[in-house]
């Protein structure tokens, strides 16, 4: 039998329109929702470096905790389907349940995910309680947050699939130690991280509603991080964004040259920031996202003086021909 093929008309263009004000009710529940799946990943994961183990990944149907080991030699992954608006939890040994993605508190949310873990023969024990945010209502008392706009959350996971293929092409470009693009359930926030492999300062914590001692191991060594945020009501940046920063942060990075023309240093965040909207409307998002990640890149490595020559793949640099078919 011959492949049959489909194609579906897609639903956004792709860079779509985002604003921040018209879906941030989905947004505060949908970043509970994540915290609570990704927990799970954070009570049952092996620890590594700069907890890489807690994180997400994106997909080309949403977002992923890819496989979990459980104690009785399965494993299992929990997906975020923002195609068809569901919850997807599978087993090595082929069990599947799903939960639907739809207008529900985050109690009811958190009740249901349990019992389709323990539908599943998964018993896991997470503290329920937002971490990285001001409000920490409990997820098991949480009727406060209930919205889901799913044109909306599509829209959010398509930018993060643009904003992950960019960021795996940059990623590319260095042959020192790197993050995979992954996403931070905590922040809600796609990021890629590049170490020079120097030891850094102790980091002094922090982080509202978090131990320092998550700091402290996320930042044991010199980096300079970049992704994308879609922002947070209340916060200096409450619009979608890119941004970049540096840890330790070297001096004169606030009155660095960078690109393109829109990109600034946010004094408060100690962050370069790059409206999402200015990529998105630009004629060359892809070249206009990478003038950014390489601009704020140099002007971190250098002001740090990180060893450019070692950690990074000659300018022109590609794959030999052969590799296409190896």
């Not at 092996?46 to 905790?65: A, K």
């Not at 997906?79 to 529900?104: E, Q, V, Y």
């Not at 995910?113 to 539908?119: D, F, I, V």
């Not at 590609?318 to 078919?325: I, L, Q, V």
Request: overall charge neutral; some cysteine.
């Amino acid at each position: 039998m011959g492949v049959i093929a489909t194609r579906s008309e897609p639903k956004t263009e792709r860079w779509p329109r985002l604003t921040l004000d018209e879906w941030a009710p989905t947004q505060t529940t949908l970043h509970r929702w994540t915290q609570i799946v990704g927990k799970t990943r954070l009570a049952l994961a092996p620890m590594q470096n700069h907890w890489w183990q807690v994180v997400m990944y994106v997909t080309d149907r949403g977002l992923t905790t890819s496989p979990i080991p459980y104690d009785d030699g399965r494993t299992f992954d929990i997906s975020f389907d923002f195609n068809n608006h569901k919850l997807i939890a599978r087993t090595s040994d082929g069990d599947i349940r799903t939960l639907p993605l739809a207008p529900r508190s985050v109690a009811d949310f958190y009740a249901e995910y349990m019992a389709m873990l323990r539908a599943l023969g998964i018993e896991v024990k997470i503290l329920p309680v937002p971490v990285e945010m001001a409000d920490t209502l409990r997820f098991t008392e949480d009727r406060t947050h209930a919205s889901y706009d799913p044109d909306a959350a599509h829209r959010c996971w398509q930018i993060m699939v643009q904003a992950d293929r960019v960021l795996k092409k940059f990623r590319g470009r260095f042959i020192g130690k790197s993050s995979p693009s992954h996403f931070w359930w905590g922040g809600f926030d796609l990021s890629c991280t590049r170490f020079s492999g120097r030891p850094a300062p102790r980091h002094p914590g922090g982080i509202p509603n978090c131990p320092d001692y998550v700091a402290l191991e996320g930042y044991s060594h010199e980096c300079v991080s970049a992704g994308w945020w879609p922002g947070t009501v209340g916060t200096p940046v409450a619009e979608p964004a890119f941004y970049a920063y540096s840890y330790p942060e070297p001096p004169g990075c606030d009155v660095a040259p960078v690109r393109p023309e829109g990109a600034y240093y946010h004094p408060v965040m100690h962050e370069w920031i790059l409206p999402y909207e200015s990529v998105r409307s630009s004629s060359a998002p892809d070249r206009v996202l990478l003038e950014f990640l390489q601009s704020t890149y140099e002007a971190a490595a250098d002001r740090a003086k990180w060893d450019r020559a070692a950690l990074e793949r000659p300018a022109g640099w590609t794959p030999p021909p052969s590799a296409a078919r190896a």
